[in-house]
């Protein structure tokens, strides 16, 4: 079951953004966020966010820092694609940029 800390759609015009949100505070062992991807990538293969024909969520992980950033990335990199293609991880600075659209 997910559990996003937030689920997030950005509108403007006919750009659409939809985005799971996982705001890490550096707080949860590594082996506790291993789990929380292979939950996300479960969801995805099952199907059930895209029903309908709608596209799965990106995930985002907000960090507070890049070290924290670079770990989570490590984690993520250890998942076979497209399971692998679900997450980014941006720092605190690089998430609200993206969350608009614009660049990180």
């Not at 199907?47 to 995930?59: C, D, H, L, S």
């Amino acid at each position: 079951m997910l559990k996003p800390d937030a689920f997030v759609r950005v509108e403007a015009g006919d750009y659409e953004q939809v985005t799971f949100l996982e705001i890490d505070r550096a707080t949860e062992h590594l082996p506790a966020i291993r789990r929380k991807l292979q939950t996300y990538a479960q969801a995805f293969a099952a199907g059930v966010e895209q029903a309908g024909g709608a596209a799965f969520p990106n995930v985002l992980f907000v960090v507070p820092d890049e070290p924290r950033q670079k770990a989570i990335e490590r984690e993520i990199g250890r998942l076979p694609p497209p399971h692998s293609q679900l997450f980014t991880v941006f720092t605190t600075e690089q998430s609200l940029n993206h969350l608009k659209g614009g660049e990180s």
